[in-house]
């Protein structure tokens, strides 16, 4: 006799009786060769064993960010074969917690647990990586980071901090801080670490200024904003 159980999965019960005989399966046409999606490849780096240790990490299109535990953020492009390092540790207490990079690659940002933020980039008739501290960035520890995909000048984001707090931060590459601008805060009793962050933009099919849809994320909420057109116009309400 058969069994069924939880999932819809049929199992044979052994009760001395002879088990059912499957059919023979058919025979199949051979399948055409299909390109797969995704390829592994080996990418070879040397590392020190003070590096070896990655406390972070971040990608976007060909560029790989590692954040290192002897405070050094890796960046690597694997479409050109070549990879960087650019020493943020500064004071040998601080670590890095986390590294955001946005959708194009070209800007970087390294979250120490101090609760300074470093911006990485490359500014033009540039070879190499500069880092700049954002001593502007005066929200906490920043946990989490929604870019847009919109901005034409520079990279426009959102920050999300352990301390609950929403901002705005507009960068350029190679260039100090262009604007920044806290947005939101939750009371400091709600215990309203800022886990995860999402931003789209919502176009109406009638004209008019497009929407903002925001989305943030704690360890036990869910909360979404809508309007705009800009971030500010967003929270203006709250």
């Known amino acids: 006799s058969t ?26 046409a051979p399948t055409p060769h299909v390109k797969p999606v995704f390829a592994m490849e080996t990418f070879y780096v040397s590392l020190k064993p003070e590096q070896r240790a990655v406390k972070a990490m971040a990608a976007a299109r060909d560029i790989v960010v590692l954040g290192l535990a002897n405070g050094e953020v890796m960046k690597l492009n694997i479409a ?11 004071r040998r207490s601080d670590e890095i917690y986390k590294v955001f990079v946005d959708y194009t690659g070209q ?15 490359k500014g033009p008739k540039k070879t190499k990586s500069d880092k700049r501290l954002l001593s502007k960035l005066k929200y906490g520890v920043v946990e989490s980071v929604a870019w847009s995909r919109w901005e034409k000048e520079g990279a426009l984001a959102l920050l999300g901090t352990r301390q609950g707090v929403i901002a705005e931060v507009q960068l350029e590459a190679g260039a100090p801080i262009k604007r920044t601008q806290r947005l939101f805060s939750f009371p400091s009793e709600d215990d309203m670490q800022i886990q995860g962050l999402q931003v789209d933009r919502i176009v109406s099919a009638g004209g008019g200024d497009p929407e903002l849809l925001i989305m943030a994320a704690s360890h036990n909420r869910l909360m979404t904003w809508r309007g705009g057109p800009r971030f500010p116009d967003v929270f203006d309400a709250f």
């Open 107 to 121: 800007h970087i940002l390294a979250s120490m647990m101090s609760g300074e933020t470093f911006h990485i980039s």
């Open 80 to 90: 050109e074969n070549e990879f960087e390092y650019v020493d943020v540790g500064g």
């Open 3 to 28: 069994m069924s159980l939880a999932g819809g999965f049929s199992g044979y019960l052994d009760l001395g009786e002879e088990p059912p005989r499957e059919p023979e399966p058919e025979p199949r």
